[in-house]
């Protein structure tokens, strides 16, 4: 196949305006943080030099203003999240009071389409039973496997074999259970892990991902398996934390392992478990990868995000998937608040 030039020179030029640009915002930060200050260093030591060598009173330092470094510090990022993050929201939250076309203003119909529509109401409660279940189910497995491994002896391998599905992308976890629920027809051989379980224990193989609310809790699944390392991590350090001489103190009173556990240890790591059961939440709520690599959406599996893709960007409905992004917006915003003030609460205290 012979290579034509002229085909991706377009795209060879985008590269390097976007090299240039970077280059640019690069080099402008470095000037405003380092060059800037720097030539005022030097200019006030340039008058220290001259004063001194005609004997005139020393130029007095002018005190720096703090407030003035903060402000030029904070800049870049302010910039970046105004750019990034404030306006697509605003547009955003326009856009969902307009039409498909975003050319004519139709008030709340966006809105209330999604509350009558059967369909996005399937959607709503699968996002509410994703929201359920995965932190409650990640945070309780995360828990139960660090009280358990513990101080054993192979702990950190232990901790390695559950932590390890992090570090793959929800599409790769994703495309790894699909070839978990893999099926063929009756009588040919099945590839599928669930399957071969169930036909090797005299059982009839079925497509998991057709039957709903199955699915739903199939998919679930997937991410209760990404996101229990994260859950044992925090927790796991949680444990850790409490003080020896509490946990010996409790043992001299001849407390049981159970009545550890619930007077000793789940008061110490409350912190961390509302910590980690917040995060959870946020990224499920958040949930696109794996319904959109896994079902699609089909079959009744479609959550919030992937809805929101599919009115926006396959459906041309920019009305509909803006106001599905602003009411995803919108559950999100107590949990961060919740989240902010906990952790400044730990803080004062």
Do not use: C
Request: without cysteine; glycine residues 6%.
């Amino acid at each position: 196949m012979e290579f034509d030039f002229a085909d991706v020179q377009p795209k060879f030029l985008m590269l390097l305006y976007g090299l240039i640009a970077f280059a640019v915002v690069v080099g402008g930060l470095l000037l405003l943080l380092d060059a800037v200050p720097s030539w005022f260093a030097r200019r006030h030591e340039a008058q220290l030099i001259a004063a001194s060598a005609s004997g005139a009173p020393l130029p007095r330092r002018r005190k720096p203003r703090e407030g003035m470094f903060a402000f030029f510090f904070l800049l870049p990022a302010v910039l970046l999240l105004m750019i990034g993050l404030v306006v697509p929201a605003i547009r955003t939250t326009l856009l969902s009071f307009m039409d498909g076309g975003s050319s004519n203003w139709v008030g709340l119909r966006n809105y209330a389409w999604m509350f009558s529509e059967d369909s996005i109401v399937r959607v709503l409660i699968n996002t509410l039973v994703w929201v359920l279940l995965v932190p409650l189910v990640a945070t309780a497995f995360g828990l139960i496997y660090s009280v358990l491994v513990d101080r054993a002896r192979f702990e950190s391998v232990a901790k390695s074999l559950i932590f390890m599905p992090m570090a793959i992308s929800f599409v790769g976890a994703a495309i790894i259970w699909k070839f978990v629920y893999a099926y063929r027809g009756d009588g040919q051989e099945q590839i599928g892990l669930l399957n071969q379980i169930v036909v090797s224990l005299g059982g009839e193989p079925k497509q998991w991902l057709l039957d709903s609310p199955l699915n739903t809790l199939l998919l679930i699944v997937i991410m209760v398996w990404i996101q229990a390392g994260f859950a044992m991590v925090v927790l796991s350090a949680a444990i850790k934390a409490i003080p020896a001489d509490i946990v010996e103190a409790a043992r001299l009173d001849g407390v049981t392992p159970w009545q550890m556990f619930w007077q000793i240890t789940m008061p110490s790591i409350r912190p961390a478990l509302i910590v980690v059961v917040v995060t959870l939440s946020i990224a499920t709520l958040k949930v696109f990868d794996i319904v959109r690599t896994a079902t699609n959406g089909n079959y009744e599996t479609s959550v919030i995000a992937n809805e929101m893709y599919n009115q926006a960007f396959r459906y041309g409905q920019n009305g509909q998937g803006s106001a599905l992004a602003v009411f995803l917006f919108v559950l999100v915003i107590p949990l961060v608040i919740y989240q902010i003030r906990n952790l400044r609460q730990q803080q004062e205290g």
